[in-house]
């Protein structure tokens, strides 16, 4: 426990650190390298209720303002492609992407027209898995399909007020059994850690989907910003790391024998795109309100404002809040990160990708990690431990939590009423 809450702490300072924007304003567009090619993640930022868990850019509802918003979102795409950026895959995400699955159907349609599209992930929540919204997600060239469940336990549903949107945990075991083997990939997405659940519920949750045998399933650890820290704290009581470590514990010993580890948190009976496209793509583009980008270096993120989001996008602009710059050093350590979350790092790959200097910068941090049992060298790659595995989901969420923070306060500065078309 010291090791991990050592780490948790410096990782928060560093990641505190590390977040801070250095560009706010009028920002120039990021260019693509000649050749490359990009993931473009799509941002839908509406739910029929928000969940009080959810840090993500996300309104309640207003469905003519959701329309204006699809068509500002084709707007900005086509910026990118006038700035000559090739899409191949696609990940869209929010809020809940399937609120108009017909705008949805409409989006999808026009990104494999006009780019080479090879894959497509889409997020959605248990009440939309009716045979209309899916035969227009199919038709959109869906692969993948993430369905937001959190857990099967009817008193942790309840608690985060999922309950009476998506019914009892056996009603959605039953949606979700309906629909296996109608896409590529079905992803059931999974929290941890929540401070009233206990092992036997979680047991219960691994039960559920084995005999399911889901095609994969995503465990998060409960990651929040300090505010949204506040708002569950009053639901569930206070948050704490103390029985993390043997929840995921629980996790790994239960799933490794039938599933492979796609990220320290993702379990796939087969190759397939994950939640985590960072892992996978060293590249992408955000689109959409309070997304986020990763392009030569900078990270970028979009207006967390829907009216100002279409203002810009309307005006031929695109809708840039801000970019960080990473130094050499600083994205040596993010592929540190990102790459090794995904279980394994080429050497000789990400030697040749930093000019001989990969190894040099992190002298200290891989000998420590290998002391530690976190890393091992097999076949040329760096490889994590089932320990090693629990250090990085340590680093993901507090990463992850620091981005919730920066999404919180940019939030903070807009009036959310008004965003909604209030």
């Not at 492609?81 to 995400?93: H, P």
């Not at 109608?182 to 092992?199: E, G, H, K, S």
């Not at 219960?204 to 506040?230: G, H, N, W």
């Not at 000789?348 to 000998?367: N, Q, T």
Request: hydrophobic content about 35%.
């Amino acid at each position: 426990m010291i090791t991990e809450a050592l780490l948790t702490a410096y990782l928060k300072r560093k990641y505190n650190q590390t977040l801070q924007f250095d560009q706010v304003g009028r920002i120039e567009p990021p260019r693509p390298r000649q050749g490359a090619e990009y993931l473009l993640y799509v941002h839908i930022p509406y739910c029929e209720e928000l969940c009080p868990y959810c840090s993500f850019n996300r309104y309640p509802l207003d469905r003519s303002v959701a329309r204006e918003y699809f068509r500002s979102l084709t707007e900005e795409i086509l910026i990118y492609r006038k700035l000559g950026f090739e899409f191949t895959s696609v990940y869209v995400g929010g809020g809940t992407p399937t609120v108009l699955p017909e705008e949805l159907g409409a989006l999808l349609d026009d990104l494999r027209t006009w780019f080479q599209i090879r894959e497509i992930s889409v997020e959605t929540n248990p009440n939309h898995l009716t045979d209309e919204i899916l035969e227009i997600l199919q038709k959109g060239g869906v692969n993948r399909l993430s369905v937001g469940v959190q857990s099967f336990d009817d008193n942790l549903l309840k608690q985060m007020e999922r309950y009476h949107k998506y019914g009892s945990g056996d009603d959605i075991r039953a949606r979700l059994a309906s629909i296996m083997g109608r896409f590529d990939t079905l992803n059931v997405d999974m929290i941890f850690n929540f401070p009233t659940q206990t092992m036997s519920m979680l047991e219960r949750d691994l039960e559920i989907i084995r005999e399911m045998q889901a095609d994969q399933v995503t465990f998060y650890p409960l990651m929040v910003s300090e505010i949204t820290k506040k708002e569950l704290a009053k639901r569930f009581g206070p948050i704490s790391y103390e029985q993390e470590r043997a929840f995921y514990e629980k996790i790994a010993e239960t799933l490794d024998n039938e599933y492979v580890c796609g990220t320290a948190w993702c379990f796939s009976r087969k190759k397939s795109m994950i939640d985590e496209y960072i892992v996978d793509y060293d590249e992408y583009v955000g689109a959409g309100s309070g997304s986020f980008g990763y392009v030569n270096g900078a990270c970028i993120a979009n207006t967390f404002s829907i009216p100002e989001y279409m203002h810009q996008v309307s005006t031929g602009n695109l809708p840039i809040l801000a970019k960080k710059s990473f130094s050499a050093k600083e994205q040596i350590h993010y592929d540190f990160m990102m790459k090794l979350f995904g279980t394994s790092l080429n050497i000789k790959d990400i030697e040749e990708k930093f000019d001989g200097k990969f190894r040099k910068v992190l002298w200290k941090e891989i000998p420590l990690f290998k002391l530690l049992g976190a890393l091992i060298n097999e076949n040329g790659s760096l490889r994590l431990t089932r320990k090693g595995r629990y250090f990085w989901v340590i680093m993901m969420r507090e990463f992850f939590t620091g981005v919730n923070n920066f999404r919180d306060m940019c939030r903070a500065k807009i009036k959310v009423p008004n965003e909604c078309g209030q």
